[in-house]
Structures are given as C-alpha cells and as structure tokens.
C-alpha cells in the first residue's frame, strides 16, 4: 500500500461532548493518518435524529481543534447522506439480499426462547430468520441483510491479530434500516467509508465485533475493505466501558498536554517530555509511527 495514499477518519456521534474514552480514538485515529503521510477526515454520525445533542458537533470540533487534532477537509453529517444510504439498500433487495422483517424485539425474544436458545443479558439476539420468507401479515418494521447459510468472515486486526467470525450464527440477518427511518450503523458506516474514500479505520476495540458483518456488506456490494486497527478502551474502575451512556464527564481540553498524555498512555506510547502542544504531537506521531507501521 503506498501511505501517501493513506486516507483515515474519525467519527464521533453528537450525543454528546468528547470525554477521555473517546480522545483514545480520536488521538489514534489522527496519529495513524499522520504517522503515514495521510488525511484525517472528521465525520459526524448523526444518523440517529433522536439521539443528537444540540450544540454537541460543535462542541466537538471545538474539543479537537483545541487539542490540536484539525481535519484536512470540512466534517461531513450522515444526516445528509440519505440517498447513498437509500442507493445502497435498493442494490442489496434488487438482489434479493434484504428483505423487509416485522419483529419486535419481544416477538425475537420469543422465538429464540422456543428454539431453547433464551436471550442472554446484555448479548447480542441473534435472529432467527422469522420473516425471511415473508411478513405473514406483519407490518415491516425494518429491512434485513439476507446473510445465508455459511457466512465466515476472516480479517486481520493491525493490533489484535488475526480475527474471525461466523456471522450466519453470530449475528443472523442483521438490520440495515429501521422502519421509522434511521439507518442502521453498518451500512452507513460501509457506504461512508469506500465513499469517502478511507483506507485505514482506526477505533475502539468495542467496534471489533462489528467488522466481521461490514466486511460481508462491502464483499456484497463491491467496496473496498479499509486495514482495521482497534484501540484499547478507557474504562472505569469496575472495568466498564467509559461512554456517555454512563454519565462519564465531558473532556476538559483546557491543558491539553495533560488530556493527550493521558490518552496516549491508554494506547500504549511511552511517555515523553515536550514544551508545547505541536512538540508533543510532533513526537507522538514518531512514536506512532514505529509501533504501527503499515507493513
């Protein structure tokens, strides 16, 4: 791969300001396309109307810039990308590859409960398939990925190693557009990424689980697989994940020195001493570049 060619992005959700968990992606998402001559992209995922804060995107450009972590170009909204998403969806069912479900999350519960494979708390339901031959009088309440019967996805993690999902089993037909409108993040995140052109995504180990079925959407409607790389998580003292669903506080960027040492402790760089927010980026970006290079 010739790293001038190197395209990378950060994407936060506006349900919220930056905090500690998510300056760890930020930072290594900018540093990655950095470290290797590349561009940083800052998209905004607000495709979930109900769930942007107002005011919360710019707060979070403001948190960047702050911190010395500037785009190359303007951020793009998934909120104005409806009709690629729209383009997307109507290639999948042209090929018969998405169909429309009317389960609730109960009537999924229900099924899986009578097939003996109850739901676990705080997994993930695996859809059975209910209405992969038809609604049987049900409204549709959103569109589905046709997996089939053997989907295994294999892909190399630039920090984990190699991974590997079978999706049929793991996941089953995974949602691609809910009925009241919002797309789903996986094919928004695929259409995004080959739109824009991205070659390398950098993010939170948290997200791994979601590649596997990503790769499968890209493989079905022809777009390039970008190299992945996922970060640790900042987490809490009882080990969860720190996330704006727990209350965790908003990132003061006030002495950013501090912030950013305390992320890239997180991701592992040995600690270094700089007089100024550019000396301590521009060091970060050599370190970056000789823990993860793109071999």
Same mark, same amino acid.
């Given at each position: 791969?010739?790293?001038?060619? #190197?395209?990378?992005?950060? /994407?936060?959700?506006?349900?919220?300001?930056?905090?500690?968990?998510?300056?760890?992606?930020?930072?290594?998402?900018?540093?990655?396309?950095?470290?290797?001559?590349?561009?940083?992209?800052?998209r905004i995922e607000d495709v979930d109307g109900p769930r942007t804060a107002p005011g919360a995107e710019g707060e979070i450009l403001r948190q960047l810039h702050a911190l010395g972590l500037v785009p190359d170009a303007p951020?793009?909204?998934?909120?104005?990308?409806? %009709?690629? #998403?729209?383009?997307?969806?109507?290639?999948?069912?042209?090929?018969?590859?998405?169909?429309?479900?009317?389960?609730?999350?109960?009537?999924?519960?229900?099924?899986?409960?009578?097939?003996?494979?109850?739901?676990?708390?705080?997994?993930?339901?695996?859809?059975?398939?209910?209405?992969?031959?038809?609604?049987?009088?049900?409204? /549709?309440?959103?569109?589905?990925?046709?997996?089939?019967?053997?989907?295994?996805?294999?892909?190399? $993690?630039?920090?984990?190693?190699?991974?590997?999902?079978?999706?049929?089993?793991?996941?089953?037909?995974?949602?691609?557009?809910?009925?009241?409108?919002?797309?789903? #993040?996986?094919?928004?995140?695929?259409?995004?990424?080959?739109?824009?052109?991205?070659?390398?995504?950098?993010?939170?180990?948290?997200?791994? $689980?979601?590649?596997?079925?990503?790769?499968?959407?890209?493989?079905?409607?022809?777009?390039?697989?970008?190299?992945?790389?996922?970060?640790?998580?900042?987490?809490?003292?009882?080990? $969860?994940?720190?996330?704006?669903?727990?209350?965790?506080? %908003?990132?003061?960027?006030?002495?950013?020195?501090?912030?950013?040492? $305390?992320?890239?402790?997180?991701?592992?760089?040995?600690?270094?001493?700089?007089?100024?927010?550019?000396?301590?980026?521009?060091?970060?970006?050599?370190?970056?570049?000789?823990?993860?290079?793109?071999?």
């Amino acid at each position: 791969m010739n790293t001038s060619s #190197y395209i990378g992005r950060f /994407a936060p959700s506006p349900s919220g300001p930056l905090h500690a968990g998510s300056l760890v992606a930020a930072l290594a998402s900018w540093l990655d396309a950095r470290a290797h001559s590349g561009t940083w992209l800052v998209r905004i995922e607000d495709v979930d109307g109900p769930r942007t804060a107002p005011g919360a995107e710019g707060e979070i450009l403001r948190q960047l810039h702050a911190l010395g972590l500037v785009p190359d170009a303007p951020p793009i909204r998934q909120s104005e990308r409806n %009709a690629l #998403y729209e383009r997307a969806l109507q290639r999948l069912r042209a090929e018969d590859l998405a169909y429309p479900c009317g389960c609730t999350r109960r009537d999924i519960e229900s099924e899986l409960a009578a097939l003996g494979q109850p739901a676990q708390r705080g997994a993930e339901l695996v859809y059975p398939g209910t209405c992969r031959n038809g609604l049987n009088g049900k409204p /549709a309440r959103a569109w589905r990925l046709r997996c089939g019967n053997d989907v295994r996805i294999v892909w190399h $993690d630039r920090r984990l190693g190699e991974q590997q999902q079978d999706v049929t089993h793991a996941v089953g037909d995974f949602v691609l557009q809910r009925a009241d409108g919002p797309w789903a #993040y996986q094919l928004a995140v695929v259409v995004d990424d080959a739109e824009q052109g991205i070659t390398g995504v950098v993010r939170g180990e948290d997200l791994a $689980d979601n590649t596997a079925r990503q790769i499968h959407l890209q493989r079905l409607l022809g777009l390039p697989t970008p190299r992945y790389l996922h970060t640790p998580l900042l987490r809490d003292a009882r080990g $969860d994940k720190l996330s704006k669903s727990n209350g965790v506080a %908003a990132l003061d960027v006030s002495d950013p020195l501090t912030v950013l040492r $305390d992320a890239a402790d997180v991701l592992g760089l040995s600690p270094f001493r700089a007089a100024t927010l550019n000396e301590w980026l521009q060091h970060a970006v050599q370190a970056w570049r000789l823990r993860w290079p793109l071999a």
